[in-house]
């Protein structure tokens, strides 16, 4: 069992930045693939950007390629998501997950999920 706590979220401009934070305890965090998705209201929940175990291997979906960027710190059992260059069509609750997902952008193969962390993109 591993529990995630997210934070960072927030109300920014557009162009502008955040970094979420992603806390993990319980299990090894090291032997799970974690990943971020996001909701806005009334959509379904979408991939954003996931990355191994060791953190060497990272994938982004196109909307945000350029812009975010995943990262993770073993040692602090950390993923973080850095969010540049925002528009206001991030805004969406924004979640972590960590598993081992065949298929890194569905949402239905990772078994563990944080709370969620509101952003919001003002124009």
């Known amino acids: 069992q591993v529990q995630l706590v997210e934070s960072g979220g927030g109300l920014v401009q557009a162009g502008g930045s955040l970094r979420l934070s992603c806390a993990a305890s319980?299990?090894?965090?090291?032997?799970?693939?974690t990943g971020w998705f996001r909701q806005a209201p009334g959509k379904e929940r979408e991939f954003v950007a996931a990355?191994?175990?060791?953190?060497?291997?990272?994938s982004s979906a196109d909307s945000v390629k350029g812009r975010f960027t995943i990262s993770r710190d073993n040692a602090k059992n950390t993923v973080y998501l850095q969010m540049n260059s925002l528009k206001p069509e991030d805004t969406a609750v924004y979640y972590c997950?960590?598993?081992?997902?065949?298929?890194?952008?569905?949402?239905?193969?990772?078994?563990?999920w944080g709370q969620g962390t509101q952003v919001t993109v003002a124009s």
């Open positions: 990355i191994n175990r060791s953190g060497t291997i990272t």
């Open positions: 319980g299990r090894t965090f090291s032997s799970y693939k």
């Open positions: 997950a960590a598993g081992d997902p065949r298929t890194w952008n569905d949402y239905n193969q990772y078994d563990y």
